[in-house]
């Protein structure tokens, strides 16, 4: 078995076929279909049924996908490992993280990257949920996930290092009075029309938790793009919930920003699969463990 069979087995369950995966890694699609054809016949197992033009996975190929993108990624742990001896960390590290955390920590994080580990490239995928970030790090998808969740992220070989407490905010139309001034209570929402994401996130959960308190809360619009919800804010259609990372993009574009007493938080987490880690994936995860909160 060699990687480029790998690499080519997992190109076209990416792609969705033999045509689309030849095309994005610029090779004839007859040697691709002879190199997939070698694969088969060394395990002795067919990976993919084929059906008119189009491939599907078998059971045997469903079973090695998500191991075939590990046994990739291992191999650029121990490639890395041995050019960063010399040269320091270097290339790229894909990170799952849901939208608040890509905002805050990841965007310090890959700040702090780019001054300490210039060689460092972080690439990050949108999830939904924690429970999408976890998935996609444990089938190798990606080698890092950041993501909020009230309790420990788990699986069968998954790292998990707590990082901090994020704080939900209300941020409200531009001239909104609400509470105090800075902070509002659970009973301030009474009445109040609010613009939320779509369910499975964690801000849609937190407002259907406290909309179960309040008992009076309007969904003025439901929208699946969650970079909407600000606009949407300032054009007065609603109030909305958001983490602490959207703080000072809300203030500056003139929104009324409120912090709850008692506070809505969330922990957030960093995690990864236990074993090697490319030396990329390494200064991630060290560059995020130095800049977070001392662990509870």
Same mark, same amino acid.
């Given at each position: 078995m060699e990687r480029r069979q790998l690499e080519y087995f997992v190109a076209i369950v990416e792609h969705g076929g033999f045509t689309h995966a030849a095309k994005a890694l610029r090779v004839a699609q007859p040697s691709l279909s002879r190199s997939i054809g070698k694969l088969e016949q060394e395990l002795g197992v067919p990976l993919f049924h084929r059906v008119g033009r189009s491939a599907v996975l078998s059971n045997a190929g469903e079973l090695m #996908?998500?191991?075939?993108?590990?046994?990739?990624?291992?191999?650029?742990?121990? @490639?890395?490992?041995?050019?960063?001896?010399?040269?320091?960390?270097?290339?790229? +590290?894909?990170?799952?993280?849901?939208? =608040? %955390?890509?905002?805050? /920590?990841?965007?310090?994080?890959?700040?702090?990257?780019?001054d300490h580990h210039p060689g460092v490239t972080v690439s990050t995928r949108p999830s939904l949920s924690a429970a999408e970030v976890i998935a996609m790090v444990l089938r190798g998808r990606c080698e890092i996930g950041v993501c909020g969740s009230a309790e420990r992220p788990a699986g069968r070989g998954l790292v998990a290092h707590y990082l901090r407490e994020e704080d939900f905010l209300l941020?409200? /139309?531009?001239?909104?009075?609400?509470?105090?001034?800075?902070?509002?209570?659970? &009973?301030?929402?009474? $009445?109040? %029309?609010? +613009?939320?994401?779509? /369910?499975?996130?964690?801000?849609?959960?937190?407002?259907?938790?406290?909309?179960? +308190? +309040?008992?009076?809360?309007?969904?003025? #619009? &439901?929208? $699946?793009?969650? =970079? %909407?919800?600000?606009?949407?804010?300032?054009?007065?259609?609603?109030?909305?919930?958001? /983490?602490?990372?959207? &703080? &000072?993009?809300?203030? @500056?574009?003139?929104?009324?920003?409120? @912090?709850?007493d008692p506070p809505e938080r969330l922990s957030q987490w960093l995690v990864h699969r236990n074993g090697p880690l490319t030396a990329a994936a390494q200064a991630f995860v060290d560059t995020t463990l130095e800049q977070a909160k001392p662990a509870r």
């Open positions: #996908a998500d191991r075939a993108r590990q046994v990739l990624r291992d191999l650029d742990a121990l @490639r890395a490992a041995a050019q960063a001896v010399g040269a320091g960390a270097v290339g790229r +590290v894909d990170v799952a993280a849901t939208s =608040s %955390s890509a905002l805050e /920590p990841v965007i310090s994080i890959v700040a702090a990257l780019r941020v409200a /139309p531009p001239g909104t009075e609400l509470g105090d001034g800075a902070t509002v209570t659970r &009973e301030d929402l009474a $009445g109040m %029309s609010f +613009v939320v994401p779509q /369910p499975a996130t964690a801000v849609r959960a937190r407002f259907d938790r406290l909309a179960a +308190v +309040v008992g009076e809360l309007h969904i003025a #619009a &439901e929208v $699946g793009d969650r =970079s %909407s919800v600000l606009p949407m804010v300032l054009r007065g259609i609603g109030a909305g919930l958001m /983490p602490d990372g959207w &703080e &000072e993009l809300a203030r @500056r574009a003139g929104a009324a920003v409120y @912090r709850f």
